[in-house]
């Protein structure tokens, strides 16, 4: 596993000393949970979750919900009725 | 009055012999003392508790009879409780004030319960020591050079230390039941569905299930009673009715058929330990039970099955802290430099460490080697759980490799601190009711170490609740190992 990359992909900036820590521990990690190898599960089915619900649905319809300023209340930087953010699309690109 | 259980403080508070502002005084009272030994607290909500105790009693005063009324509650920090801070123990929610209440809390709250405060707890709950948040250090209430396990630490120290009469808990490989056999007290982790999610900060999805910390059984019970059922907005909660528990509770064992479980012989524990657990496995026996053996054949595979399922499912729910919507923002020109920094300033070392094998697990190209195969092994683990409850009709075992041990005894090697949950994620994966109870007392052998209890877990089928709690009481009633015995210091306590 090469840390840096895996860490791009999970949106995680890593200093030099952490990826090395990490690196070092991840691969000790990884070396524990090769032992699933060993099972043979060529005709056993994944399991998701252990309890018997599928596809639960509730009517379309409008009801209460969190008001737009107990929402917007935690956040960072907001603009009137918007969560604020720096620069999504552009040079960077 | 706050020495009292559970439920001998709502019968009182009911027929009027105690009001509920008066227990929460005394109970604040206790928690000013105490926490500069223990900690348990990451905040104290006492204007919300005053608010709430008045509220009970008068409902009690109009005719009311509740059935946790004017008991002290603390509620694990990754609950959210309307307008308190709510952090999940970590950095990346520092401050954030939640909207609205968990669907398990609000019930405790409509029950009587009074909330004292936010517990700590291992950052987004992963962990087993507490060592991990980081807002605040929780100490063993048996003795403060050692952890009080994890992550509901913080809710299994203030109920051991008197700092509360019930906890709100989580588990998700072992964090109810862990850090209830560290404090000796009783945690319960109800089937995968049993209670609602809705309001808790999500740790990994198919796991997850939140439950009662309690001193004895029967107040575990009555918890566990009022939050169990079904819940509109949590749609993995379970459509079937919560059948009652407390009314159940058995004062023996007969008829019962009682697995020990062949792979988990307790002599590689060391000597003490293992004299702990045999002499509880008689008790069982002595109790009535049918005494059986039963094989969990893949459960030596639980650890690496869980660290790849757990911080799968934890590497995408935990992408909602992105420094938009709530919790400090790390500066950045561009919205991928905000996110980046943002969640290397918030989240500390544990979390970024599941985080980072979690998403290496779903990546392109090891998928299939990892999550997928982690989940099949996850299907012959529930398999074997079948099996054996074909031969039995509850599982005993203990809940913990050893009792607590001192902090930063774990160095940092995380596969040290995962292996404190082996007997507990087997059951998690399998989605099964499962608890720990006090079982006895012992040192880990180093000189002059103080004697720390230890925890029985008993596990049942799915949706067997019920079966479960009546079990526990009728062990716990006969040994009393912690009903008569409180930590070092807390004997004296009102």
Known sequence: ?????????????????????????????????????????????????????????????????LEREQALAGAPAREGAFFKVPQIIGDEE | ??????????????????????????????????????????????????????????????????????????????????????????????????????TAVQRLLDAGCVPV?????????????????????????????????????????????????????????????????????????????????YGLIAFASSLDQIGPIARTVEDAARMYDVMAGHDPMDSTSLPRPAEPTAGGLRRDLHGLRIGLVREFATKDLGEEIDAVYQSAYRQLAALGAEIVDVALPHAEYGLATYYLIAPAEASSNLARFDGVRYGPRGNGTNVQEMYARTRAAGFGPEVKRRILIGTYALSSGYYDAYYVRAQKARTLMAGDFEKAFGACDLIACPAASSPAFPFGAKGDDPVAMYLMDFYTIPMSLAGLPALSVPCGFASDGTAGARELPLGLQLVAPLYQEARLFGAAHAYEQATRFTLDRAPAGLEGVR
């Open chain 1, 1 to 65: 596993m090469d840390v840096r990359y895996v860490a791009r992909l999970a949106r995680l900036d890593l200093s030099d000393e952490e990826a090395g820590l990490y690196q070092r521990q991840l691969d000790r990690l990884l070396e524990h949970v090769r032992r699933l190898q060993e099972l043979d599960v060529s005709h056993v089915a994944p399991t998701a979750q252990v309890v018997p619900l599928t596809n639960v649905l509730r009517d379309d319809a409008n009801r209460p919900s």
């Open chain 2, 117 to 197: 405060g936010k517990a700590n707890l291992d950052e987004f709950a992963m962990g087993s020591s507490c060592e991990n948040s980081a807002l605040g250090t929780t100490r063993n209430p048996w003795d403060p050079e050692r952890v009080p396990g994890g992550s509901s630490g913080g809710s299994a120290a203030a109920v051991a230390a008197r700092e509360a009469a019930l906890a709100t808990a989580s588990d998700t490989g072992g964090s109810i039941r862990e850090p209830a056999a560290f404090c000796g007290v009783v945690g319960m982790k109800p089937t995968y569905g049993r209670v609602s999610r």
């Open chain 2, 1 to 102: 009055m706050i020495r009292r259980s559970a439920t001998e403080i709502a019968a009182a508070v009911n027929a009027r012999q105690a009001a509920a502002v008066e227990v929460l005084e005394a109970q604040l009272a206790r928690v000013e003392q105490m926490e500069p030994q223990i900690g348990a607290y990451l905040a104290k909500t006492e204007e919300l508790a005053r608010a709430c105790a008045r509220r009970v009693d008068e409902r009690i005063a109009a005719g009311a009879s509740l059935p946790l009324a004017g008991v002290p509650l603390a509620v694990k920090d990754n609950m959210c409780l309307a307008g308190t801070v709510t952090t999940a123990g970590s950095k990346i929610l520092q401050g954030w004030v939640a909207p609205y209440t968990a």
